[in-house]
């Protein structure tokens, strides 16, 4: 049975996308498979498929990275219980949410800011795809999810990471980075679904006021020349494109395109702007938004 919070969501959905909105509906509606990102700060893929085998545990990779793990016969608390879980050698992650570090092209001589950094799923994506080498900034403005990000960063054994417990939209004009990442506090749009929605009409609004502020901010503290990746777990225009559409052109910001045959198995929305990524929810990806951005 709908809760009122996801009919809510759905009505916005059918105003957005018309006919295709029932598949997002049906897609936000399915069980997702467990999924899992290898952690090459500590294993590589080799042993964490071996100790998934020894485990009787059924799994396959994403087309695009064989870092990206999709566990076929097993649910996340029977990955909690396995050694690499403890050791840190994997992390729990949607497969959504592996993209825009990749889209960021971490290397080992970039200082990077992660200005919502919280759990640090990201954030330690972005240190083991550098090679444990960039200087990363992560910020989080709440202090027990700090906590969380503080342990998470330790275990995953991301050592160059400074957390800094802070509001992204006061951090300093001075400090300009290389890349930057604003994975977006968002409505949840993309990971709702009939059985747990967050949405309501007011949080929608908070977000999209908290995105714009946060967006202008990291435009003025990313170096010229240089990229930051926008991203948001929502499928609504509003957090999204609409978004990127109203304030890029008042910062000399530009799109990069992302290839249309680029992570391929994840099925698109349509998006006003034809760079960006927007991912349809399904039994495999959350409904997920990610644009890379030139200043
Ligand atoms: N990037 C994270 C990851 O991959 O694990 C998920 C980030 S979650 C979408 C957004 C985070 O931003 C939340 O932890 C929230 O507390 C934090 N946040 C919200 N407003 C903020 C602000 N103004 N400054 C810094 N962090 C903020």
Redesign the pocket.
């Given at each position: 049975m709908e809760n009122g919070n996801f009919r809510a969501l759905c009505d916005i959905l059918r105003e957005s996308y018309g006919d295709r909105a029932d598949e997002a509906v049906a897609g936000l509606c399915e069980e997702r498979l467990t999924t899992l990102r290898v952690n090459t700060l500590k294993t590589c893929a080799d042993d964490v498929f071996k100790s998934l085998r020894a485990a009787n545990i059924r799994f396959s990779t994403a087309a695009w990275s064989e870092n990206a793990v999709i566990i076929e016969n097993a649910h996340e608390s029977d990955i909690r219980r396995l050694d690499i879980y403890r050791e840190g050698k994997i992390y729990l992650?949607s497969l959504s949410?592996m993209i825009?570090p990749i889209l960021l092209d971490p290397k080992p001589e970039d200082a990077i800011l992660?200005?919502?950094?919280?759990?640090?799923?990201?954030?330690t994506?972005l240190a083991a795809l550098s090679g444990g080498a960039a200087a990363i900034t992560a910020?989080?403005?709440?202090k027990i999810?700090a906590e969380r990000?503080r342990f998470n960063l330790e275990r995953q054994g991301a050592n160059r990471v400074t957390v800094m417990v802070?509001?992204?939209?006061k951090l300093d004009d001075r400090f300009l980075f290389d890349k930057i990442?604003l994975?977006?506090?968002?409505s949840g749009s993309g990971t709702a679904s009939n059985r747990r929605c967050d949405f309501t009409e007011q949080l929608y609004r908070r977000c999209c006021e908290?995105q714009a502020?946060?967006l202008k901010k990291a435009l003025r503290l990313l170096k010229p020349g240089r990229r930051m990746v926008y991203s948001?777990?929502s499928i609504l225009p509003e957090e999204n494109e609409n978004l990127l559409l109203k304030i890029l052109p008042k910062f000399s910001a530009k799109l990069a395109p992302i290839p249309e045959n680029a992570f391929s198995g994840a099925k698109r929305l349509p998006c006003k702007i034809p760079e960006a990524l927007l991912i349809m929810p399904d039994r495999l990806y959350e409904g997920f938004f990610a644009a890379i951005i030139e200043k």
């Amino acid at each position: 049975m709908e809760n009122g919070n996801f009919r809510a969501l759905c009505d916005i959905l059918r105003e957005s996308y018309g006919d295709r909105a029932d598949e997002a509906v049906a897609g936000l509606c399915e069980e997702r498979l467990t999924t899992l990102r290898v952690n090459t700060l500590k294993t590589c893929a080799d042993d964490v498929f071996k100790s998934l085998r020894a485990a009787n545990i059924r799994f396959s990779t994403a087309a695009w990275s064989e870092n990206a793990v999709i566990i076929e016969n097993a649910h996340e608390s029977d990955i909690r219980r396995l050694d690499i879980y403890r050791e840190g050698k994997i992390y729990l992650q949607s497969l959504s949410s592996m993209i825009p570090p990749i889209l960021l092209d971490p290397k080992p001589e970039d200082a990077i800011l992660d200005m919502a950094a919280a759990p640090g799923g990201k954030t330690t994506q972005l240190a083991a795809l550098s090679g444990g080498a960039a200087a990363i900034t992560a910020c989080e403005k709440n202090k027990i999810r700090a906590e969380r990000l503080r342990f998470n960063l330790e275990r995953q054994g991301a050592n160059r990471v400074t957390v800094m417990v802070c509001d992204s939209r006061k951090l300093d004009d001075r400090f300009l980075f290389d890349k930057i990442l604003l994975d977006a506090p968002c409505s949840g749009s993309g990971t709702a679904s009939n059985r747990r929605c967050d949405f309501t009409e007011q949080l929608y609004r908070r977000c999209c006021e908290l995105q714009a502020e946060l967006l202008k901010k990291a435009l003025r503290l990313l170096k010229p020349g240089r990229r930051m990746v926008y991203s948001t777990c929502s499928i609504l225009p509003e957090e999204n494109e609409n978004l990127l559409l109203k304030i890029l052109p008042k910062f000399s910001a530009k799109l990069a395109p992302i290839p249309e045959n680029a992570f391929s198995g994840a099925k698109r929305l349509p998006c006003k702007i034809p760079e960006a990524l927007l991912i349809m929810p399904d039994r495999l990806y959350e409904g997920f938004f990610a644009a890379i951005i030139e200043k």
